[in-house]
């Protein structure tokens, strides 16, 4: 069969990888759909076929040959790995949709998610080829096949994710990027990502929390073990940074932009928002100081702010409306006394130094609890008796 006959020569092109050769076309015999599907999964991942078109005709020449009757998701995850082989997107696109159109005739049930998974990647290559407007359209419709189906692979949901942070990169939307990133996090293993890729996603993630807008915890962010890719690298600065603005500490954020000038400003988007970053940690500064208080005074002096953020008073105010406009805080600003009464904060992932913090005033509100039972006890003894 020209199925077996392409496996010999290949064996014949690659000897050392004769024993993959051997299970191939034992499985393919035997018409173990299910194991040569894994197998093929394993040997598509070697390192020999990342480069040229080898993935391109192995799937012309033996993969054609059983590829409906193999698990059609396995089928779509083959098929957007061979397609990324082609040096030209419009031929990569052409391969995609013939696939779908197959996937369309085989009348199986579920095929709903393989030709989604595939549909996503052929919208990826429609973006990297500058039309975003049919990125857009494939991307919502991708969304709406999504919302009307159930017990859907998590490599379908990284996918989608994954295209919508990428067409909103491309459109420099940041805070739409932030939330589609962390949500394709979700989807797969940050063990599964090459290290160079993880270091482009954390430097792409944290530079997208400090721009995008209403982005003020960056607890989730630190969190995440993505984010230790900058540690030891050239842009380590940029995880400090984020430490100072998840901690609201305005004088660190200030000695770092001095420390790394450099740079910074080699960072455009970051230079063309530096008014709107010192708000933002003046903002985060600010919840900071709210925390740090005990729930029974939270009245706070406009110029005890001022003094933590080095802002005038009126600045102060402003600072506050804006926390409030954006559901940040609530409470009432009282002009005539110059303070202001917090009654909430919206709630943070916090990090361990918080955290501790927090235990601190637990602990503390624990020695409250126990003196006033002690001293309920001694006024009233017979009561307790009873």
């Known amino acids: 069969m020209a199925a077996l006959e392409y496996l010999e020569s290949l064996r014949n092109d690659h000897p050392e990888l004769s024993d993959w050769y051997t299970t191939l076309a034992d499985l393919y ?53 061979v397609s990324r082989q082609y040096s030209e997107k419009e031929a990569a696109i052409g391969y995609l949709e013939g696939v779908v159109e197959k996937l369309l005739n085989t009348k199986e049930t579920r095929i709903e998610e393989p030709i989604l998974y595939i549909k996503l990647q052929i919208a990826l290559f429609k973006l990297e080829q500058g039309d975003q407007k049919e990125c857009k359209k494939l991307l919502e419709e991708g969304n709406a096949t999504l919302d009307s189906m159930t017990d859907v692979d998590p490599s379908v949901y990284a996918s989608y994710y994954w295209l919508s942070s990428q067409y909103h990169k491309t459109r420099q939307e940041f805070a739409e990027f932030y939330k589609s990133a962390l949500l394709y996090l979700a989807y797969i293993s940050v063990d599964s990502l090459s290290e160079s890729f993880k270091l482009d996603l954390a430097f792409d993630l944290s530079l997208s929390a400090l721009l995008g807008d209403n982005i003020y915890n960056f607890g989730e962010l630190l969190a995440h073990p993505i984010i230790k890719s900058l540690v030891g690298t050239q842009v380590e600065w940029l995880y400090h940074i984020l430490e100072a603005f998840n901690t609201g500490d305005l004088v660190r954020y200030q000695e770092l932009c001095r420390v790394h000038q450099a740079a910074l400003s080699a960072q455009s988007a970051l230079l063309q928002n530096e008014k709107k970053l010192l708000e933002k940690i003046n903002i985060l500064c600010l919840m900071e100081i709210i925390f740090s208080r005990p729930a029974e005074d939270r009245t706070i002096p406009l110029s005890a702010i001022a003094d933590r953020t080095k802002l005038s008073v009126e600045d102060v105010e402003y600072l506050l409306m804006k926390s409030l406009s954006v559901h940040l805080i609530e409470g009432i600003i009282d002009q005539v006394e110059g303070t202001v009464h917090v009654s909430w904060v919206q709630p943070r992932v916090l990090g361990i130094p918080q955290m501790k913090s927090l235990r601190d005033r637990l602990d503390n509100w624990v020695d409250k609890v126990h003196t006033a039972l002690l001293s309920v006890e001694a006024e009233t003894p017979d009561l307790v008796a009873l």
């Not at 012309?60 to 790995?81: G, P, R, S």
């Open 29 to 81: 015999q035997r018409k173990l759909w299910h194991q040569l599907s894994l197998k093929l999964e394993q040997f598509v991942a070697l390192a020999v076929f990342q480069a040229g078109d080898t993935l391109i005709q192995l799937y012309h020449n033996f993969i054609t040959d059983f590829e409906t009757k193999i698990n059609l998701l396995k089928l779509a995850h083959f098929t957007v790995t």
